[in-house]
Nanobody, 130 residues
Framework: EVQLVESGGGLVQAGGSLRLSCAAS????????IGWFRQAPGKEREGVSC????????IYGDSVKGRFTTSSDNAKNTVYLQMNSLKPEDTAVYYC???????????????????????WGKGTLVIVSS
């Protein structure tokens, strides 16, 4: 059974930092596209980032560029999202998702309402207070 488990969410003041983790079991991050997505109350899903575990290529949503960084530790089967300079509008449930090998699926899921990712975690809540 494939499981993605997010952790690291919590309450932080504006301007602060958090690091989210996404630990996978049942799959090996040798050649996966792993994405971070978020959904705020009453809003649609928003793509945060994608990373290719095979070559480290990354892409970020416009609202987080320059503030968030995603990285992959394949030995630990874990992907991270370092979030700096947090803003109240970053408040959301953050989900990680994985797709085997198809970078385009992650990009499509980031940039449209399509869901091209095979596996999703249950999410971790991030609250940024002003």
């Amino acid at each position: 059974e494939v499981q993605l488990v997010e952790s690291g969410g919590g309450l932080v003041q504006a301007g602060g930092s958090l690091r989210l983790s996404c630990a996978a079991s049942g799959i090996t991050f040798d050649d996966y596209a792993i994405g971070w997505f978020r959904q705020a109350p009453g809003k649609e899903r928003e793509g945060v980032s994608c990373i290719s575990s095979s070559d480290g290529e990354t892409i970020y949503g416009d609202s987080v560029k320059g503030r968030f960084t995603t990285s992959s530790d394949n030995a630990k089967n874990t992907v991270y999202l370092q979030m700096n300079s947090l803003k109240p509008e970053d408040t959301a449930v953050y989900y990680c998702a994985a797709d085997p090998g198809l970078w385009a699926d992650c990009v499509a899921t980031m940039t449209s309402s399509l869901n091209g990712m095979d596996y999703w975690g249950k999410g971790t809540l991030v609250i940024v207070s002003s």
